[in-house]
């Protein structure tokens, strides 16, 4: 069975810095693309950024770009969210995703989610 | 960025009852569209893709329709199990983008 289990998560300060850890299995991590995305609390669901299945491709939404670097290592089948520059309303659930192997940013399978909160 | 507007925003409903939830898009996405569940404190479940293909495993009493701007989500049967909050979601263009949701409640 495919499984994503996101680890990281915690309670930082404005302005500092966290990464989030995203462990694949049941399925070939290096052929897939994969993404974060977020879910502030009680809000709806935002697409955070996205990596080829290389490293070679990476996007990002613009609400993170320039603070956040999506990174993967495919002998450890593991993806990553760097964070910097903390604000509060990146304050959020961030799950790890997974592209489908059809279709671009259709997300069909998903991590149980890591909870990050930014306040002082 | 391609907006997608949901209605309504919550629902009440019996088990049994038939439920429908739509989804408009700011855009012409052809049928690039997508219908999660969530319940609360879960990841979202991929429902539909492609506006009409269901997923694997989901059950039957699910369906999707629509194309280009406008799209339904249907419950037949609603059935216990179904009480969640339902997003549509585009991957027609960058960026991927999420209605705000549809929550459905017990009457």
């Known amino acids: 069975d495919v499984q994503l289990v996101e680890s990281g998560g915690g309670l930082v300060q404005p302005g500092g810095s966290l990464r989030l850890s995203c462990t694949a299995s049941?399925?070939?991590?290096?052929?897939?693309?994969m993404n974060w995305v977020r879910q502030a609390p009680g809000q709806g669901l935002e697409w955070v950024a996205k990596?080829?299945?290389?490293?070679?491709?990476?996007y990002y939404g613009d609400s993170v770009r320039g603070r956040f670097t999506i990174s993967r290592d495919n002998a450890e089948n593991s993806l990553y969210l760097q964070m910097n520059s903390l604000r509060v309303e990146d304050t959020a659930v961030y799950y790890c995703?997974?592209?489908?192997?059809?279709?671009?940013?259709?997300?069909?399978?998903w991590g149980q989610g890591a909870l990050v909160s930014v306040s002082s | 960025d391609i907006q997608l507007t949901q209605s309504p925003s919550s629902l009440s409903a019996s088990v049994g009852d038939r439920v429908t939830i739509t989804c408009r898009a700011s855009q012409d996405i052809s049928s690039f569209l997508a219908w999660f569940q969530q319940k609360p404190g879960t990841a979202p479940k991929l429902l539909i893709y492609a506006a009409s293909t269901l997923s694997g495993g989901v059950p039957s009493r699910f369906s999707g329709s629509g194309s280009a701007a406008e799209f339904t989500l249907t419950i037949s049967s609603l059935q216990p199990e179904d009480f969640a909050t339902y997003y549509c979601q585009q991957f027609s263009r960058y960026p991927p983008t999420f209605g705000q949701g549809t929550k459905v409640d017990i009457k």
């Open positions: 049941g399925f070939n991590f290096g052929t897939y693309w």
């Open positions: 990596i080829k299945q290389d490293g070679s491709e990476r």
């Open positions: 995703a997974r592209d489908s192997s059809g279709y671009y940013y259709l997300f069909d399978y």
